[in-house]
C-alpha cells in the first residue's frame, strides 16, 4: 500500500478485478443482512420485551412458587381489526394475579359477517419489558379460529405472570387484536 | 390573509431583529450580523418571553415543566458553545485577514489542544445526559395509575374508551370543511376561528391531579398522539399497544396533533383534551352513561320506525359529508386506486343492498375503509346507503332502513347496542359465575341430569374441552374416551369439585351447586359416546 | 472490451483508436467512459434534480403560504413532500458528491481515471431512468408516492395508493447507481493513487469519499432490502410489516433507519472533506489537526450505526433501549465537534482571503453547526419527545442538508469551477448568489425552529392559526432562497461560455494534485501518474 510505483498495468487491472469483487460480494452479504435483520429483530425483542410482542408458541408451567406478596392486576383489551365483522370480547376487563399463580381467562368470539370466515388474534402486551413474563400456557392466539356464519365460541387463555416480573411493574396490559385472515387464507 | 396585514407582520418582526441588534452593531459586517442573530435568539429564548409562541411550552404537567427545563439548558449551553466558537472564527475573521496585512502562521497542530476540546465536550455531554436520563425514567414510569383510557387513531379520527366504565366514543375534526378548503374561495371565516383546526366535536375529559395512563394503538395506519402541554407523544402502532400517561395539575382545554403523517389528511385529525375537577369529571360521567342509555332506546325505536326518501337522502348528505366525502368526494368520483368511486360503481348500484351496507358497517380489510358500526347509528347507516345508491344520477331507487341495516350487519336479530347481550357484559374481576346457585340436592331423571349437565358444560367446561369433548390437548386434554370420565365415578367427581394442580383445571366447588356437578358429571360420561350410563346425584358429590 | 468491471487498464489498451480525439455531439455523452465527462453529466444531473425538487417545494411553500387549502389538495401535498425529499436526497445531494468525485477524485491522487470507466458511465445513466420512473409516477391515476421519503409501513404497502411498486423500483434503481459508483471509488483509492502518495498524504476530501463509498456498500443494499420486503408485502401477501401476519410496523422503522442514519452522514461526511480542502486554501495556511480529522470522520461513520433508533423514540421502545441510543446519538458531538474545532483553528492565525467558495465555506461552518446543536437538542429523549416530528426537525435537517451539503457543494463548485472550464466565474456574480442564499435561506429555514417549538407538526399542508405569520415568513424566504438558485446557473453558463482565462492554479493558497495540470484540465490527465513526495 506505501508504494504502486512498479505496478505494471496488468497488476492494477488485477487487484482492481480483485477489490471489485470483494466489494460485490460484501454488497450482496449486505442485502441479505437486510434481510437478516427480520429474524434478528425478532431475536432483538424475545430478549428485550421490545414492543410487547409475546411467545407464538405454549410454554409449559416453570415457576418455581407463587408470590404472595404482590399482586399484578392484568388488564385485557381485545379489539377486531378493521374489516373483521366479529364480535371479540373478554369475560372480564382485568383480573388480579399473584405472580406464579396460574389463571385462567376466557374471550368471546362471534362471527357475525354471515359468512365462513377465519379469525387470527394478535397478543401484544405493555409494558413491553412484561412480555417476557407473561407467560401464556395455552392461548388462543396460537391458532386460527374459523368460524362458520353466526357461530360462536369461548376461547381459552391460560397464562401465569413469572415471579421474575421487575418489581417496578404492577400493572400490566395484553391487548388482543382479532384480524380476518380470510381472504389471505383462501387465495 | 390580505397582504397589507402580511407586510405588517414582516415589519414587525424585522423592527425586532433590527432593535436587538442596533445595540450591539455598528458595522456592516457578516458576522456582527450572525453573531446579533444568534444573540437575538438567546433573547427569544429568555423566561420573560417563555410562554410567546417562540419556545417550547411548559405545559401544566411536572414531567413537561422537567422537559421544558431540559430544554432550556441544552440551549443554553448550545448558545455559551456557540458564541465561543463563531467568537473565535469571527475573531479570525476580522483579524486575520490578507487585506490586513495578516501572515499565516504556520502551526496546523497540536495534540495537546486536540486532547482538549474532546475531553471538554465530554464532560458537558456527561452533564447534559444526567438530568435527560432522570426526567426519562420518570417519563416511563407508567404505573400506579387511576384511570385508563384507550386511545385508538384511526384515518383519520381519534377513538376514546373509558376503561372500566363502558364509556367510548369517536373525537372528530369540527372545523367546518368551508373554513379549510379555500381552493373555490376563501371567505375568511377561519380567521375568527380561534381554534381553526383545534377542534373536535368530542373532546376527551379527564380529571385534574390523576395519573391517567393512556394506551394507545391504532385501527389502520401509524399515528402520533401528541398533545405539548403533557408532554405527552407516543405513536398508535397498528396490532400493538402503547403506554404513555399524564397527570395534569391545571384544569383547562389543552390542545394537540396528530404527528405522524398517516395519510391524506394526517393535518386534519386534533386532539382536544378537556380537563376538569373531579366533581366535574364525576358529573361528566355519569352524564355519559345517560346519554348512552338514550342512544340504545333511540336505537331500538328507529328499528321501528321507517323514514321517507327525502328524509333519508337529507341525512345521509350530512353524514356523507361528513364522514365519506374526504375520500370518496363529494361528487363521489372517489381518488382511485385508493379510495375507489362511488357513482356508477356496481356496490352502490346494482350489487346487493346487504353487501354496501356490509361494507359501511364494518369495513374492508387491508383498505382504507373502515367500519362505520361503531360510529353511527343504524338510521344514519340506512341514510347514507340510500344516498350513496340514489346520489350522482346512481339513480337505484333503493331505500334502505334501519331495520335493514340492523338485519344485514349483524345477523343477530338485535340493535349493535343491544347485541352485546349476546355475550355477557364485562365484569369487573368476577370468575365465571353460573345462575344463582340452589342448594337443592334432590335426585333427578336421567334426562334431566343430562339437560342441565349440558347447560353448564357449555358455560364452564366449553371452552377448554370443545363442545365435542374432544378437548385442545395437550394442554386441555380430550373427555370424550377419557380414563376420567369412563374410569371409577369418584375420581371423575374429585377431579370436577377440587379441579387438578399444576393444570388449568380448576375445582368447581366454589363455582357450581352440588346438582350442577353432579349435572355435568352425568353429561360427560355420556355424551359424545361415552355412554357409561352412570347417573350421578347431588348426594353423591356432597358425600365425597 | 464489452463487460462493465473492465478496468481503466483494459480500457485503455484497447481504447487508443478513440484516444485523442473524443466523440463529439449526443454520442461523446452517452457513451463516454471518461470520468471528466461523467462528472460533468452527474454535476448537470444534479442541479437539474436541485431544480425540480426545489420545484416541488416552492408548490409545498405556497401551499403552505397561509393557513386553509388554497392550491393543491392534500393528497398531492403528501406526494409533494414526499417526491421532494426523495428528488433531494437521492437526485440533489448524493449524484452531486459523486459527480465531484468523478472530476476530482483521480486529478488529486494522480490517476487517470477511475478504475471502472465502464461501470462509470453505467452507474451514471441508469439514474435518469430512476428518476424518469419516480416522476413519471406523479402523472399516473392515483397519483405518485404520497407516503413521505421514509415510506412508514403499513401507509407505503396496505394502504398506498398504487405507486409503490413505481417508488420500489426506482428506489432499487437510485441504490444500484449509488453502489456502482461506491464501488468504483473504494477501487479507484485503493489502486490507483501516484506513486508515494500513501493514506494519510491523501487529501483530507479524498478520505471523506473513501470513508463515504464504504457506508454506502454498507447501507444501500439494506435500502434495497427494505424496499423489497415493502414491495412483498404490497403486491405478494408476505406480511413483513403487517400485525396480522405475525409482522411488525416498528420492525420497517428499525430497518430503514438502520440504512437511514448512516444516509444522513452519507450526505455530510463528502462535505467535511470539501470545507476541509477550501478552508486552508483562502486561509493560506495548512488544515489544523489532519489526522483528528481523519479519524474523527471514521468514528462519526462507526457511530452511525448504532444510533439509528433516535429516530424512534416515541413508538414504545423499552427505558433501556432510549438510554442507549440517546447516549450514543452525543456521543456524536464529540467527533463533529473536532472537525468544528479543527476548522476554526485553521483559521486561526492565516491569512484570509473571502472568495466565493471561501463565503460558502465559513457559512457551511456556522450553520452547519446551528443544525449539530439542534441535533444535539434533538438527541436528548425526553425533550425529543416534544420536538419529534414537528417543524423543529425539518428546521435541523435542512440546516444540516441545505445550508450544510448544498452549501458545500457550491463552495466546491466554485472552487474548481476554473479547473473545470478555464475560465473565471465571475466573482461579483457569485458573491451575489452566495448573499442572497445565505439571507434567504435563513429567512427560509430560522423560523422553522419556532415552529417546531411553538407545536406545529411536519407534514400537514394546513395549520392553526398561530403558526400563520412564521410561515408567511418561511414562504417568502423559500421564494427567494428558489429563485436565488437561478443566479448559479447563470454564473455556471457565463464561466463556461466567457470570462477571464484561468491559470492552472488560481487561488494561491490552494494545494493538490489537480492544480498541476493546466485550467481546463485535458481531457486525460496523469497519464503517466506524478511523484508525490
Known amino acids: 500500500m506505501q508504494n504502486n510505483q512498479a505496478k505494471s498495468t496488468e497488476q492494477v487491472s488485477k487487484q482492481v478485478k480483485t477489490g471489485t469483487t470483494k466489494l460485490v460480494f460484501t454488497v450482496i452479504a449486505m442485502f441479505g443482512f437486510g434481510f437478516a435483520l427480520v429474524p434478528l429483530y425478532d431475536v432483538f425483542c424475545d430478549i428485550t420485551g421490545l414492543n410487547g410482542k409475546t411467545a407464538t408458541e405454549a410454554t409449559t408451567y416453570k415457576a418455581d412458587h407463587i408470590d404472595k406478596s404482590r399482586l399484578i392486576t392484568v388488564q385485557f383489551i381485545s379489539r377486531t381489526a378493521q374489516g373483521a365483522a366479529w364480535q371479540f370480547k373478554p369475560e372480564m376487563n382485568s383480573i388480579q394475579v399473584h405472580p406464579g399463580e396460574m389463571k385462567f381467562v376466557k374471550f368471546y368470539a362471534k362471527n357475525e359477517s354471515g359468512q365462513h370466515a377465519i379469525g387470527q388474534a394478535i397478543p401484544s402486551v405493555s409494558p413491553g419489558i412484561a412480555a417476557n413474563y407473561f407467560q401464556k400456557i395455552e392461548c388462543f392466539c396460537f391458532n386460527q379460529q374459523p368460524l362458520k356464519a353466526s357461530e360462536d365460541v369461548w376461547m381459552p387463555l391460560q397464562f401465569y405472570v413469572d415471579p421474575e416480573l421487575p418489581e417496578d411493574i404492577n400493572e400490566l396490559t395484553l391487548s388482543y387484536t382479532l384480524f380476518d385472515v380470510t381472504a389471505s387464507k383462501d387465495s | 390573509m390580505p397582504f397589507g396585514e402580511m407586510y405588517l407582520s414582516l415589519f414587525s418582526v424585522f423592527s425586532m431583529l433590527n432593535q436587538q441588534r442596533r445595540c450591539l452593531v455598528k458595522r456592516r459586517n457578516l458576522g456582527w450580523l450572525l453573531l446579533g442573530g444568534l444573540l437575538s435568539l438567546s433573547a427569544w429564548a429568555s423566561p ?495 358425600n365425597k | 472490451m464489452t463487460t462493465a468491471t473492465d478496468t481503466i487498464a483494459d480500457v485503455h489498451d484497447h481504447g487508443d483508436d478513440h484516444h485523442d480525439h473524443k466523440m463529439t455531439g449526443i454520442k461523446r455523452w452517452i457513451l463516454t467512459t471518461n470520468h471528466k465527462d461523467i462528472g460533468t453529466l452527474y454535476l448537470w444531473f444534479s442541479f437539474i434534480m436541485l431544480l425540480t425538487g426545489g420545484a416541488m417545494a416552492m408548490v409545498i411553500r405556497a401551499e403552505l403560504f397561509q393557513p386553509g387549502l388554497q392550491i393543491v389538495e392534500p393528497d398531492f401535498f403528501n406526494q409533494m413532500t414526499t417526491v421532494h425529499g426523495l428528488i433531494m436526497v437521492f437526485g440533489a445531494i448524493m449524484p452531486a458528491f459523486t459527480g465531484l468525485a468523478n472530476w476530482m477524485l483521480p486529478m488529486m491522487i494522480g490517476a487517470p481515471d477511475m478504475a471502472l470507466p465502464r461501470l462509470n458511465n453505467w452507474s451514471f445513466w441508469i439514474l435518469p431512468f430512476a428518476f424518469g420512473i419516480l416522476l413519471s409516477s406523479l402523472f399516473m391515476e392515483g397519483g405518485g408516492p404520497n407516503f413521505g421519503w421514509t415510506f412508514y409501513a403499513p401507509l407505503s404497502t396496505t394502504y398506498s395508493n398504487g405507486s409503490t411498486a413505481f417508488f420500489v423500483f426506482a428506489v432499487h434503481i437510485m441504490g444500484i447507481s449509488s453502489i456502482m459508483g461506491a464501488i468504483n471509488i473504494v477501487v479507484t483509492i485503493m489502486n490507483l493513487r501516484a506513486p508515494g502518495m500513501t493514506y494519510m498524504k491523501m487529501p483530507l476530501f479524498v478520505w471523506t469519499f473513501f470513508i463515504t463509498a464504504y457506508l454506502l456498500i454498507a447501507v444501500m443494499p439494506v435500502l434495497a432490502g427494505t424496499v423489497t420486503m415493502v414491495l412483498t408485502d404490497t ?87 432510549e438510554l442507549f441510543f440517546m447516549y450514543c446519538t452525543m456521543l456524536i458531538a464529540v467527533p463533529t465537534g473536532v472537525k468544528v474545532f479543527n476548522w476554526v483553528a485553521t483559521m486561526w492565525q492565516g491569512s484570509m482571503t473571502f472568495e466565493t467558495p471561501m463565503l460558502f465555506s465559513i457559512a457551511f461552518v456556522i450553520l452547519f453547526t446551528i443544525g449539530g446543536f439542534s441535533g444535539l437538542m434533538l438527541a436528548m429523549t425526553p425533550v425529543d419527545f416534544q420536538y419529534h416530528d414537528t417543524y423543529f426537525v425539518v428546521a435541523h435537517f435542512h440546516y444540516v442538508l441545505v445550508t450544510g451539503s448544498l452549501f458545500s457543494i457550491y463552495a466546491a463548485a466554485y472552487y474548481w469551477l476554473p479547473k473545470w472550464t478555464g475560465n473565471m466565474y465571475s466573482e461579483k456574480l457569485g458573491k451575489f448568489h452566495f448573499w442572497c442564499s445565505l439571507i434567504s435561506v435563513n429567512i427560509l429555514f430560522f423560523p422553522m425552529h419556532f415552529l417546531g417549538l411553538a407545536g406545529m407538526p411536519r407534514r400537514i399542508p394546513d395549520y392553526a392559526l398561530q403558526f400563520a405569520d412564521f410561515n408567511k415568513w418561511v414562504s417568502i424566504g423559500g421564494f427567494l432562497f428558489g429563485l436565488s438558485q437561478l443566479i448559479f446557473l447563470y454564473v455556471v453558463i457565463k464561466c463556461i461560455k466567457s470570462g477571464e482565462k484561468a491559470p492552472a492554479k488560481p487561488w494561491d493558497g490552494a494545494e493538490g494534485l489537480e492544480w498541476t495540470v493546466p485550467s481546463p484540465a485535458p481531457y486525460h490527465t496523469f497519464s503517466t501518474p506524478p511523484k508525490v513526495d
Open chain 3, 235 to 321: 403486491y405478494f401477501g408476505t406480511s413483513f410489516f403487517d400485525a396480522a401476519g405475525g409482522g411488525d410496523p416498528v420492525m420497517f422503522q428499525h430497518i430503514f433507519w438502520f440504512f437511514g442514519h448512516p444516509e444522513v452522514y452519507i450526505m455530510i461526511l463528502p462535505a467535511f472533506g470539501i470545507v476541509s480542502t477550501t478552508i486552508p486554501a483562502f486561509t493560506r495556511k495548512k488544515l489544523f489537526g489532519y489526522s483528528s480529522m481523519v479519524y474523527a470522520t471514521s468514528s462519526i461513520a462507526f457511530l452511525s450505526f448504532i444510533v439509528w433508533a433516535h429516530h424512534m423514540f416515541t413508538t414504545g421502545m423499552p427505558l433501556a433501549g
Open chain 2, 48 to 542: 420573560a418571553l417563555a410562554d410567546s409562541q417562540l419556545n417550547l411550552t411548559q405545559g401544566v404537567t411536572d414531567v413537561s415543566q422537567n422537559v421544558y427545563e431540559l430544554h432550556m439548558m441544552v440551549m443554553w449551553i448550545c448558545t455559551v458553545i456557540g458564541i465561543i466558537v463563531f467568537g473565535a472564527m469571527f475573531w479570525s475573521m476580522i483579524f486575520h485577514r490578507k487585506s490586513k496585512g495578516a501572515k499565516a502562521a504556520s502551526f496546523h497542530e497540536s495534540t495537546k489542544v486536540e486532547v482538549l476540546w474532546t475531553a471538554i465536550p465530554i464532560v458537558i455531554l456527561v452533564g447534559m445526559a444526567w438530568p435527560a436520563t432522570t426526567t426519562l425514567i420518570e417519563m416511563e414510569d407508567n404505573s400506579q395509575s387511576d384511570i385508563t383510557i384507550q386511545v385508538t387513531g384511526s384515518q383519520w379520527k381519534w377513538h376514546y374508551k373509558y376503561f372500566d366504565q363502558d364509556i367510548e366514543f369517536y373525537s372528530v375534526l369540527s372545523t367546518p370543511k368551508s373554513q379549510f378548503d379555500n381552493r373555490e374561495g376563501d371567505t375568511g371565516e377561519k380567521w375568527a376561528n380561534p381554534n381553526y383546526l383545534l377542534e373536535v366535536d368530542k373532546p376527551l375529559v379527564i380529571p385534574v391531579n390523576r395519573k391517567v395512563r393512556f394506551l394507545i394503538t391504532s385501527d389502520d395506519v401509524i399515528h402520533a398522539w401528541w398533545v405539548p402541554a403533557f408532554a405527552v407523544k407516543q405513536d398508535a402502532n397498528p396490532g400493538f399497544i402503547n403506554e404513555a400517561w399524564t397527570k395534569v395539575n391545571e384544569p383547562g382545554i389543552y390542545r394537540g396533533q396528530c404527528a405522524e403523517l398517516c395519510g391524506k389528511d394526517h393535518g386534519y385529525m386534533p386532539i382536544v383534551v378537556d380537563v376538569r375537577s373531579e366533581q366535574d369529571y364525576e358529573l361528566w360521567i355519569n352524564e355519559q352513561k345517560i346519554a348512552k342509555a338514550e342512544a340504545a332506546k333511540a336505537e331500538a325505536q328507529s328499528l321501528n320506525a321507517s323514514m321517507s326518501m327525502d328524509e333519508l337522502m337529507s341525512l345521509g348528505e350530512t353524514i356523507y359529508t361528513g364522514h365519506c366525502a374526504a375520500c370518496h368526494q363529494p361528487t363521489g368520483l372517489g381518488l382511485p386506486p385508493a379510495f375507489p368511486a362511488l357513482k356508477g360503481s356496481p356496490m352502490a348500484t346494482t350489487g346487493p343492498i346487504s353487501d354496501h351496507i356490509n361494507i359501511v358497517f364494518n369495513g374492508r380489510a387491508g383498505t382504507g375503509m373502515q367500519g362505520y358500526g361503531k360510529q353511527l347509528s343504524l338510521k344514519e347507516i340506512a341514510a347514507v346507503v340510500t344516498y350513496e345508491r340514489n346520489a350522482w344520477d346512481n339513480n337505484t331507487g333503493d331505500m334502505v332502513q334501519a331495520s335493514d341495516v340492523n338485519a344485514a350487519a349483524g345477523d343477530s336479530s338485535a340493535a349493535p347496542a343491544s347485541q352485546q347481550d349476546s355475550a355477557p357484559a364485562p365484569t369487573p374481576a368476577a370468575p365465571t359465575e353460573v345462575e344463582a346457585p340452589t342448594a337443592s340436592l334432590d335426585d333427578l331423571s336421567m334426562d334431566e341430569l343430562m339437560a342441565m349437565g349440558e347447560e353448564v358444560y357449555v358455560k364452564s367446561c366449553l371452552a377448554c374441552h370443545q363442545a365435542n369433548g374432544a378437548g385442545m390437548p395437550p394442554a386441555f386434554p380430550a373427555l370424550k374416551g377419557s380414563p376420567i370420565a369412563l374410569g371409577p365415578v369418584d375420581a371423575h367427581i374429585d377431579m370436577v369439585v377440587k379441579g387438578k394442580p399444576g393444570t388449568a383445571m380448576m375445582g368447581f366447588a366454589a363455582q357450581l351447586t352440588p346438582q350442577q356437578m353432579a349435572a355435568v358429571i352425568t353429561y360427560e360420561r355420556n355424551a359424545w359416546g361415552n355412554d357409561t350410563g352412570d347417573v350421578v346425584q347431588a348426594t353423591a358429590v356432597v
